[in-house]
Nanobody, 124 residues
């Protein structure tokens, strides 16, 4: 049974940093692509970043390029999202997701497994 558990969210001032973690369990993820999405209140869930589990391919949405970094620790079966220079518009619930296949895609409909989400609030 695949399980994705996010942690690391919280309240931070604009310009600050947070690191989100996604602990993955239940199977080997070597053939998977891992993604981060976010959903602000009243808005659609949107793509943030994704990478193949081997780390050879990664992709970011334009609004976070240069500020966010996705990475993984194979030994811990954990994917991270390092978020720097945070802005109030980054406020959202952040979700970890996994899809089978080594292709980075932006569509949330292509992802097979989801975590419960972690709240990130950036104050101005």
């Amino acid at each position: 049974q695949v399980q994705l558990v996010e942690s690391g969210g919280g309240l931070v001032q604009a310009g600050g940093s947070l690191r989100l973690s996604c602990a993955a369990s239940g199977r080997s993820f070597s053939g998977y692509t891992m993604g981060w999405f976010r959903q602000a209140t009243g808005k659609e869930r949107e793509f943030v970043a994704a990478m193949t589990w081997g780390g050879s391919i990664s992709y970011y949405t334009d609004s976070v390029k240069g500020r966010f970094t996705i990475s993984r620790d194979n030994a811990k079966n954990t994917v991270y999202l390092q978020m720097n220079s945070l802005k109030p518009e980054d406020t959202a619930v952040y979700y970890c997701a996994a899809r089978f296949g080594l292709r980075v895609v932006r569509s949330k409909n292509e992802y097979d497994y989801w975590g419960q989400g972690t709240q990130v609030t950036v104050s101005s």
